[in-house]
């Protein structure tokens, strides 16, 4: 039975690092007391409802607290909320899907071209490498979740393509008819001036080469690069290179072109794109250790 309550679902962070946890808030509108929670995951699915909600482990008998946190995760992932209350229980709706982002998975988004700012007028062609048939490219635009090409399902070839639109960062992730997440991309678009800088993440030791292109000109020569706001290279050449990558390097980058001009001085400003550093080891002996500290603390209880 379902009540005609709302239940609005906030999820942070939107952007996942490793190790990092969830925490989804739960607020049922109109507010009373009495409600017991209840926590899902979404699963796409190949159906005129966009997702399946599966109920979370921790979940099944609610939870009196209207937040809920989830440790370990590491993929890309929609949730959904709903409250209930009395004997037999009235349910309130259920949230809308919100999602938290991960840079990194097996099921990977490719984005061509292979950037994360992009200019206006040239079209940007998304398309995802799964082993599932079917596929489809998701959207979250300025508080809206929107599906390219009205959310059909694509075959393996046909990449979802965007033209023309202005996007001052969108997020992009696709969704696989057996029921995966890919990565997700953070994507804009500019008119005169961009970075090239990778939209996945570089591993450590890897290279990295940034460089500046105008519209008119292509590749720039003579730019300056700024990390966190600070010149890192002054203008004197088209790329900035590391050789290998270290987490140090993470951060938001952007570059500049100067060109003395007879009465002025032009200056183009790229805006400022995250780079993101991952480790090159799997951190999976996390878990086991954590495992054993137990076992000890254990062995402790029963021995004192
Ligand atoms: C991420 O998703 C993949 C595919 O659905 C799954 O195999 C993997 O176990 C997930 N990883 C984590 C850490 O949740
Ligand atoms: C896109 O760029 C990344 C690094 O910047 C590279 O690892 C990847 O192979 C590139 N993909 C394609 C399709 O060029
Ligand atoms: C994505 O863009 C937003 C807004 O600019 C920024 O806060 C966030 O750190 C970016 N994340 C990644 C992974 O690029």
């Known amino acids: 039975k379902s009540d005609s309550a709302l239940s ?8 996942l690092s490793p190790g990092a946890s969830v925490t989804l808030k739960c607020h049922v509108k109109p507010p009373s007391a009495g409600w017991r929670f209840y926590w899902y995951k979404a699963v796409p699915q190949l159906s005129d409802e966009p997702y399946r909600y599966e ?3 921790d979940s099944s008998e609610g939870t009196e607290q209207e937040v809920f946190t989830i440790h370990g995760q590491k993929n890309t992932t929609g949730y959904m909320c709903r409250a209930g209350r009395g004997d ?9 899907p919100k999602f938290t982002w991960y840079m990194d998975s097996s099921v990977s988004l490719r984005v061509s071209p292979n950037r994360s700012q992009h200019f206006t007028y040239e079209s940007i062609s998304l398309s995802c490498e799964t082993n599932s048939a079917e596929w489809r490219v998701r959207q979250f635009y300025e508080d809206f979740y929107l599906f390219c090409d009205d959310y059909r399902w694509k075959a393996q070839t ?10 001052n960062g969108a997020v992009f992730w696709c969704e696989s008819g057996s029921g995966e997440f890919s990565n997700a ?6 008119d005169d001036i961009i970075l090239e800088s990778p939209v996945h993440p570089v591993t450590e030791g890897q290279p990295l080469t940034l460089s500046c292109r ?3 000109d292509g590749i720039l020569s003579d730019v300056s690069f700024y990390k966190n706001g600070k010149l890192v290279q002054t203008g004197t050449s088209e790329q900035l290179n590391i ?7 993470e951060g938001f980058y952007q ?8 009465r002025r001085v032009q200056v183009w400003m790229s805006p400022e794109s995250w780079v993101s550093v991952k480790c090159k080891f799997n951190l999976t002996f996390f878990p086991v250790f954590l495992q054993f500290s137990k076992v000890k603390s254990e062995i402790k209880q029963q021995t004192s």
């Open 8 to 15: 609005v679902l906030t999820v942070s962070p939107s952007w």
């Open 55 to 57: 109920l979370l482990p």
């Open 88 to 96: 037999p229980q009235f349910y309130s709706k259920y949230s809308l």
């Open 158 to 167: 046909s990449p979802c393509i965007i033209s023309r639109t202005v996007y």
């Open 185 to 190: 991309v953070n994507i804009s678009t500019h």
């Open 214 to 216: 105008l519209w008119t």
């Open 243 to 249: 050789s290998a990558v270290s987490k140090s390097d």
């Open 255 to 262: 570059c500049e072109r100067k060109e003395v001009l007879t």
